[in-house]
């Protein structure tokens, strides 16, 4: 009779150990981190948020999702609070309760990423099938309700944290006064946009002491009456790049272009189409090199949220400097002074030149991705399918870097000098979120 009893202990044991590793099966998989960061992608896009703000919103999310792993996994992964100098504890989980710490990330990510820059609502949907997703393979009740309950107090206090950005402050700060001399920004076609988000490089930063912590040399003089200067010679290098683009150089341009909202003008019909920006592109490459890795469900949350430190502190530095300067576009000089028929082979974005955003930002993302996944890693890039823009490979994530700044040329929309500057610029600001932030515990 002992040894009837034991045996159906042993099979109850075992079968409960099916049930809990099924259900892990799903909520523990990588993939459905990878779909989740993309599903926030895509509402971004829809929702037309520019590039800037796109970063706040990956960043947050990305945040309340690690802290959630590291919670769960304290052997393996050290919390951001303290790390990120303005970051407080974050709450610990109850030691009596069991939680499925994956899927509790899942969620946290998914409120954030709702609360922060959108209107409430927008990733319900995807909430909801998540829950059922986790219910329906097999998430025992009990566990369920302690992981909800669990990612809605992480999720609370990353947006109590979030609150205090001065982002909020930025939304009723004074707009940028355009001021008609030479070699200053102003507003380009065909949508003669007022600037964007003059203010950003006043919101906090994460790993960064400050938005100017990283400096950039000053502009070039303005200077077109003189064809030796180093000036006049730039905006001619643009021009003669664009009027001369290969095949490869202007896919290149295309597939870099990330313009958030591009308005078409035919005749007197006008028309956007949308994209997603700079920052949600390296959020897809942050994809791409978990997928290639077959990195686990930890290893991805911490990737995209080194890459998301980056991305955020690049755009501010990027963006103190940028309104700093104020330095003109090459569209601006090139129809004033030289062909007032020319247009670039990408749309002119609102902001001024100097430096580079696209050369900042994706060098400090490949940086943070380099430490995470490895030097000399090849991979193709098809985030631009969606599109109709065919993919690109690369040999790592420096050389993608190195060609986004590449391409802003190609593009006809930066000096060579703004992308160089901001590549090496970029550069430095990943290299310090790489040393100042020790995610995983070797």
Avoid at 60 to 73: F, K, M, P, S
Avoid at 339 to 361: L, M, N, R
């Amino acid at each position: 009779m002992k040894r009837f009893l034991f045996l159906i202990a042993g099979v109850i044991f075992v079968f409960a150990s099916c049930k809990k590793a099924d259900y892990q099966k799903v909520t523990h998989d990588p993939e459905l981190y990878r779909v989740t960061v993309k599903k926030l992608n895509d509402i971004v896009l829809e929702n037309n948020f520019p590039p800037v703000i796109a970063s706040r919103n990956y960043v947050y999310a990305n945040i309340a999702a690690y802290e959630v792993i590291a919670a769960g996994d304290p052997t393996h992964y050290r919390s951001l609070a303290g790390q990120i100098k303005h970051l407080p504890a974050m709450p610990q989980p109850d030691k009596g309760k069991e939680i499925d710490f994956q899927f509790a990330s899942l969620l946290s990510f998914c409120i954030v990423g709702n609360a922060v820059t959108f209107p409430e609502g927008s990733m319900s949907v995807y909430v909801d099938e998540l829950k059922q997703k986790a219910k329906d393979a097999g998430m025992p009740s009990d566990v369920f309700k302690n992981t909800v309950a669990y990612s809605d107090t992480v999720a609370k206090s990353i947006m109590k944290w979030s609150k205090k950005d001065h982002y909020a402050q930025t939304r009723s700060a004074s707009k940028y006064t355009v001021v008609r001399k030479d070699g200053r920004w102003i507003p380009t076609p065909p949508m003669y946009a007022q600037a964007l988000e003059p203010h950003w490089g006043e919101i906090r930063t994460m790993v960064l002491d400050s938005a100017s912590q990283i400096p950039a040399p000053e502009t070039p003089p303005y200077n077109m009456t003189d064809k030796n200067s180093v000036f006049y010679k730039s905006v001619m290098y643009v021009k003669g790049k664009v009027d001369s683009l290969t095949e490869d150089q202007a896919h290149m341009a295309d597939f870099w272009d990330d313009n958030a909202f591009k308005l078409n003008v035919i005749g007197h019909a006008s028309f956007a189409t949308k994209k997603f920006g700079p920052a949600g592109h390296w959020m897809n490459i942050a994809g791409i090199g978990s997928k290639m890795n077959k990195a686990d469900f930890n290893t991805t949350v911490a990737a995209y949220t080194k890459a998301s430190i980056a991305l955020f502190d690049a755009f501010i530095n990027c963006w103190y400097v940028k309104y700093k300067a104020n330095s003109v576009r090459p569209e601006t000089v090139i129809n004033k002074l030289i062909d007032p028929d020319w247009k670039p082979h990408i749309q002119t974005p609102p902001f001024p030149e100097y430096i580079s955003g696209h050369a900042v930002i994706s060098a400090a993302a490949a940086e943070t991705l380099t430490d995470s996944y490895g030097d000399n890693k090849a991979y193709t890039d098809s985030s631009e399918s969606e599109f109709g823009i065919p993919p690109r490979s690369f040999k790592s994530f420096r050389e993608a870097a190195q060609e986004a700044a590449t391409s802003r040329v190609y593009g006809g929309i930066h000096y060579k000098i703004a992308c160089d500057i901001g590549n090496a610029n970029g550069r430095q600001i990943g290299d310090l979120v790489n040393k100042k932030l020790q995610l995983k515990i070797k």
